[in-house]
């Protein structure tokens, strides 16, 4: 880690009252840069601004609202001059076999993982210059199918090739984006399934390294990714799963009745 990595830069972080997103956020202000906070949690992002201060910027807002989106980051922008870095790790799910999964539930999951980070990329792209980077966070599930978990791997799979897409789009901006694939990681939203020792052993005999990521181990790829040493990779899918990408998803059917 360096103190002076990002010394002088703007970062947009969504979900940043928790888990990656705040691991992203801690990270980018340890090395220098200005964080606006994006997250519904107001509670949770007050208490991160007490303890970090003027670096830190809480908005509450919604990332599949896209005027709450636009009027966040031009508050970025009002506070700290300009936006150079984003990172879209905002995201949830609602799970349910195709046959019996409600739509409301469908449309919750894609609206949040997926139309988020468009809404998200579009107004953090129109706000940054050339060499601005921005990092979606996807998921193993855009590549590997979860059973009653289709609209989350449908999302996040549709977040790895939007993010190719706008790589494509921007290059010529000089904006670059990437994604950034985690597996298991112990946050909030994975912390009942860890807590249950029979769903936790499934899914640590199928990672080589036979534990779940700390939010810190992938805040530290997201980071390299927007940071200098990236400075010629965009539209590059970086996988960090702990190798289970080697394996395949546990059948949690196996656990019912």
Partial sequence: ??????????????????????????RLMAEGANVVGIDL?????????????????PVTADVTKEGEIAAALDAAVTQFGALDLAFNVAGASRVGAIVDLDEADWDFTIDLVQKGVFLCTKHEARRMGAGGAIVNVSSLNARMPMPGGSPYATGKAGVEMFSKNAALELASSGIRVNSVLPGLVDTPLVAPVLAYEPAQAMFLERIPMARAATPDEVAGPCLYLASDDASYVTGA??????????????????LAG
Avoid: H, Q
Wanted: no cysteine; hydrophobic share 50%.
């Fill in 1 to 26: 880690m360096s103190e002076n990595r990002f010394a002088g830069k703007t970062a947009a972080v969504t979900g940043a009252a928790s888990g990656i997103g705040e691991a992203i956020a801690i």
């Fill in 41 to 57: 949690a107001g509670d949770a992002l007050g208490a991160m601004a007490t303890e970090f201060g003027k670096a830190f910027l």
């Fill in 237 to 254: 899918s970086l996988v960090v799963d702990g190798g289970w990408d080697l394996s395949n998803f546990p059948n949690f059917s196996k």
